[in-house]
């Protein structure tokens, strides 16, 4: 088992650094479809 | 003017749940390859699984970075700001591989060689391609007009594009004149490795074109919402 | 008005421009100055390691120099908005940005040979001998400083804080030339003396292919 923790730490940070990609990205487009539609009931 | 601006941005889910799946499972099969498929490397130990998902990381990197290139020229001949949400999008991607690369490299490299840095050519390069299209990402916060923003992008993007295989070379040139040690896997990969390499390949190029997918979506949104916020600003007065 | 005649007269603009106020050329030597001495205080600049690192800080201290002086290329243009008017003039609009990278070409050239002779007294290194090659070596970095710094130079006039801007674009994209000149500058000051070809092609080709790229993608630049 050598370096498992070298390893595991690797896969972790892989998963992480598309997680906090996808999330960012998640959260702005949130925020625009919000944007949206209160700007196209405003218009109404 | 409304329908013009709708006719050009896509509605709809920006990913389909078949291609998610088919990527979730080309993850989870490259997963086990390079985990436990693979053969386990004589001198390196665990750690060497991690190569799999380093390089191929690097390998999609690079190919986003061609789609911003593509794009860029794309935008320029035919100001379709389309082109310019391919540019941006692909260009975030990129980073966020090279991103994966700069991590995973010194991880790898720590347990093998003791430290976690040796400006390796490979890993050199990956670091400058890294803080070119940082630049670029951050050259387009500092333009607000959207099409002067795709204009002057599009013509860094070509350029930065166009001083990759510069990079690589005087780097990997620089390394022959003045070795160092390789976080690499060094010799030559079996059969099965190759397998697993370009299987960890598939998997990423799918993750790639998602992502590039949702963020082309996003550039797509926001264009609306300017629209939107125009037409309203109008209407007000 | 044809592209070599229409690049002579935006050159010769440009130059009578810088020379008859000439404060830049002596800031930029000054700068490069503060830049040689502060680095010496990294190391010990005692003759064997200066030769490692000489060349290196030199083209270093070149690099940042150029990516500051570069900014009023476009900058001056801004202030009287005298690209419209010159957009409007019957020319080819690439030999605006030709004219303009000539002159930042030689400007720049300018500065580095008056450095030299400073540099080479600073770390105690013969360049008599080894001139005519060190020159061929500085003409050609400073093309690709010139090209992509004028190009890039515009792109930030477009921009917000585009004192910033300018180094930060600039620099990433020409670590290439700055490792080629180096290595080439270390080449001739070893003993013997070597010039390396491979270097030389190099620096050629990162020049063509810049050169190449302004003169198809730079007129969008100047539009609008």
């Not at chain 2, 001198?43 to 690097?58: C, D, K, P």
Request: charged letters at 15%.
């Amino acid at each position: 088992m050598k370096n498992m923790n070298y390893l595991v730490a690797a896969y972790i940070a892989i998963w992480a650094i598309f997680c906090v990609y996808l999330i960012s990205v998640a959260r702005r487009m949130a925020s625009l479809q919000d944007d949206i539609r209160r700007l196209k009931e405003g218009g109404k | 003017m409304a329908g013009e601006s709708e006719s050009r941005i896509p509605t709809g889910p920006a990913i389909s749940w078949p291609s998610v799946l088919v990527v979730f499972l080309l993850l989870a099969a490259a997963s086990y390859g390079a985990l436990i498929k693979a053969p386990e490397e004589a001198t390196m130990g665990l750690i060497q699984r991690i190569f799999y998902f380093h390089v191929s990381s690097a390998w999609s990197g690079f190919i986003s970075f061609i789609l911003v290139f593509i794009g860029s020229i794309a935008y320029l001949r035919t100001r379709d700001l389309k082109w310019d949400w391919l540019s941006v999008a692909a260009a975030e991607v990129g980073v966020a591989f090279f991103t994966v690369v700069l991590v995973t490299g010194p991880i790898w490299a720590k347990p093998v060689w003791g430290i976690w840095w040796t400006w390796d050519a490979r890993l050199t390069s990956s670091f400058l391609l890294w803080v070119l299209f940082v630049s670029y990402l951050i050259l387009r916060t500092l333009v607000d007009e959207p099409e002067r923003r795709a204009m002057v992008s599009a013509v860094f993007g070509i350029f930065a594009a166009l001083d990759i295989p510069l990079v690589y070379f005087s780097i990997w040139w620089f390394r022959t004149q003045h070795p160092q040690p390789v976080i690499g896997n060094g010799g030559s990969l079996d059969g099965r490795m190759w397998r697993v390499l370009l299987l960890c390949w598939a998997a990423t190029l799918g993750v790639m074109a998602l992502l590039i997918r949702i963020r082309y979506r996003l550039e797509a949104m926001r264009m609306e919402v300017d629209a939107l916020r125009l037409e309203a600003s109008r209407s007000s007065r | 008005m044809n592209l070599m005649h229409s690049t002579a007269t935006i050159l010769a603009k440009e130059l009578r421009t810088e020379f008859r106020s000439r404060e830049l050329l002596g800031t930029t030597v000054v700068f490069v100055l503060i830049v040689i001495v502060l680095f010496s205080f990294t190391f010990n600049p005692t003759s064997s390691e200066s030769r490692r690192f000489g060349p290196g800080l030199l083209w270093l201290a070149f690099l940042f120099a150029g990516s500051l002086m570069l900014q009023p290329s476009f900058l001056r243009e801004q202030t009287n908005d005298t690209l419209a008017a010159l957009r409007l003039a019957p020319i080819d609009p690439f030999s605006i940005l030709a004219g303009k990278m000539a002159a930042n070409f030689l400007f720049l050239l300018l500065v580095e040979l008056i450095l030299l002779p400073v540099f080479a007294v600073l770390y105690n290194i013969a360049i008599f001998p080894i001139l005519a090659p060190l020159v061929l070596v500085l003409a050609l970095g400073t093309v690709g400083l010139a090209t992509t710094g004028t190009v890039f130079s515009a792109v930030a006039a477009q921009a917000r804080l585009r004192e910033l801007l300018l180094p930060l674009l600039l620099l990433p994209v020409l670590a290439p030339v700055l490792i080629a000149s180096t290595e080439a500058t270390v080449g001739l000051l070893r003993d013997p003396s070597e010039l390396s070809l491979v270097w030389l092609t190099f620096l050629t080709s990162f020049d063509v292919v810049f050169l190449t790229a302004a003169w198809l993608f730079g007129e969008y630049l100047l539009e609008e």
